[in-house]
């Protein structure tokens, strides 16, 4: 446990010093509440301790045993069907997503896509969450389609790419910034080593797949689909 | 008790967070696979700690460094701040303290993200240490680094978001043709993780302080899109790591060739 508080303390280092040059040398200001923040900055450091531990102890073997155990029970469907709940339920209710499209509704109605309405807006923010939780529901399905059959990953995320340029030309210039920003959101702090476990885990497994080609890939499919699809939404409503 | 009622409501927050997840896991390992979870009990541990870690990272990240990161974007986005010339006009050269800044920021809450250091520990364990977890973290912090201060500087100057994609794209695709083949999911993969828990509210916050304060800039339109970089340029930035030691390990294959020869 030492080992792993000397790590996250070591981690936070660059960015506590950051903040400290630029509130002293820069700034010229004192520290306000100085006890606070280093409470604050002890909670930091165990939290990351414990979450690193936590996750060799557990989503790195449970994501990788639930790939083998897929594999050997060989059923596409189903394994179909966990990539997906996996990826909209994750996303769907990801408190950063919520945010996101809370936003997003603003913007649209200041540029009079919508109506100005407290009902206007939450059904755009729901329709919004709900299209980017499908859409990373649908990439990790892609994402596992692709690791089953060896499709080398570099194909789909340039096709995917050229897609969301020619849907970019098309779109209401206040969706864009949303639209690119959705990618980055969407994959929080728990969903991305269980997804990595998980592409790892099948690649190992099945044959002929190398974890290092095969296995990798499935964060990326999810941060370019919501792209696509927001884009898609903000043409249709 | 102020600290733990806060710690309290994280708590909670991350156990809703991790419900849908645990579900999810449960349903599928015993009415579908209807295969018991492996090392249950170390498994439960392991859950205990993830869900009270991300609750003590959470809280102390709000106590100690976002409201700081935050009242700082905002003094250093403030044109009394940045000061200009004599005619008070401002170009974009006089925010050099906000480009610093942003970079300072991104590189640094790069380092601290727990779901990148994941990633890095998986990819050192699956390739055998050929891919380093610092050499990784590091490519990485330096692409966001750069792409918040490109990202400050288009909102400053008010260019369009996309034609920055676009390119940032088309080197990313022209990268893909040269990188080594093992590497290029990776890099891929790198783009998704680095903007989560740390990264984002401190980018937000500077990306609304800078269009809120530079004339001409609409906090709605203009706010958005340094996630959007963040997510694209360590993609650029981990394959050319890879290119650079590969280019390196060859030179030096090559000097040893010759050494031998020459001895």
């Given at each position: 446990m030492f080992r792993y508080l000397l790590d996250s303390l070591r981690d936070l280092a660059p960015i506590i010093l950051v903040i400290a040059f630029f509130q002293i040398v820069v700034l010229q200001q004192p520290f306000p509440y100085p006890e606070k923040i280093l409470i604050g900055l002890a909670a930091v450091v165990v939290g990351l301790a414990l979450f690193i531990q936590g996750l060799n102890l557990s989503l790195f073997p449970v994501g990788e045993g639930m790939a083998e155990a897929f594999a050997r029970k060989g059923s596409v469907f189903w394994l179909i069907l966990f990539a997906f709940s996996l990826g909209f339920g994750t996303t769907v209710a990801e408190p950063a997503l919520i945010a996101v499209s809370a936003e997003a509704a603003k913007v649209t109605a200041s540029a009079g896509?919508?109506?100005?309405s407290q009902d206007a807006l939450n059904s755009y923010a729901t329709g919004l969450r709900y299209t980017v939780a499908i859409s990373v529901g649908l990439s990790l399905i892609v994402g596992v389609i692709r690791i089953l059959k060896g499709w080398p990953v570099q194909y789909l995320i340039i096709g995917g790419y050229i897609v969301i340029v020619i849907l970019t030309q098309f779109?209401?210039?206040?969706i864009i910034g949303v639209a690119y920003d959705s990618g980055g959101v969407t994959t929080s702090t728990i969903t991305v080593p269980l997804v990595t476990a998980l592409g790892i885990g099948l690649s190992t497994v099945i044959?002929?797949?190398n974890p290092m080609v095969d296995g990798f890939g499935l964060i990326a499919l999810a941060s370019l689909f919501p792209i696509g699809f927001v884009l898609i939404y903000g043409m249709i409503m | 008790m102020e600290l733990l009622h806060k710690i309290f409501i994280a708590f909670t927050q991350t156990v809703l967070d991790v419900a849908p997840i645990i579900i999810l896991l449960v349903f599928f390992h015993y009415?579908?696979?209807?295969k018991p979870i492996r090392n249950l009990k170390r498994v439960l541990v392991g859950l205990g700690y993830i869900i009270t870690g991300l609750a003590l990272f959470l809280v102390g990240l709000e106590q100690a460094l976002f409201p700081l990161g935050e009242v700082m974007a905002k003094q250093l986005t403030d044109p009394s701040f940045i000061g200009g010339n004599i005619t008070g006009t401002l170009s974009w050269q006089d925010y050099y303290w906000v480009y610093l800044f942003a970079a300072a920021i991104g590189f640094s809450t790069t380092i601290a993200e727990p779901s990148l250091i994941a990633v890095a520990m998986k990819a050192s364990e699956i390739s055998g240490g050929a891919v380093s977890t610092w050499g990784l973290r590091l490519a990485v912090a330096t692409g966001v680094a750069a792409s918040i201060a490109l990202g400050a500087f288009r909102i400053i100057t008010g260019t369009p978001l996309h034609i920055y994609m676009i390119v940032g794209y088309l080197i990313v695709i022209a990268q893909t043709f040269f990188a080594p083949k093992w590497l290029v999911p990776l890099a891929y993969d790198s783009g998704g993780v680095t903007t989560s828990t740390v990264t984002v509210p401190l980018v937000t916050a500077l990306g609304l302080g800078l269009a809120s304060t530079v004339?001409?800039?609409s906090v709605l339109i203009d706010g958005f899109g340094l996630i959007a970089l963040a997510s694209l340029f360590p993609m650029i930035t981990v394959m050319g790591y890879a290119q650079l030691s590969e280019w390196l390990a060859g030179k030096q294959n090559e000097d040893t060739n010759k050494n031998k020869k020459g001895g």
């Open positions: 896509l919508i109506a100005n779109a209401p210039r206040e044959q002929g797949r | 009415i579908v696979l209807r004339p001409g800039r």
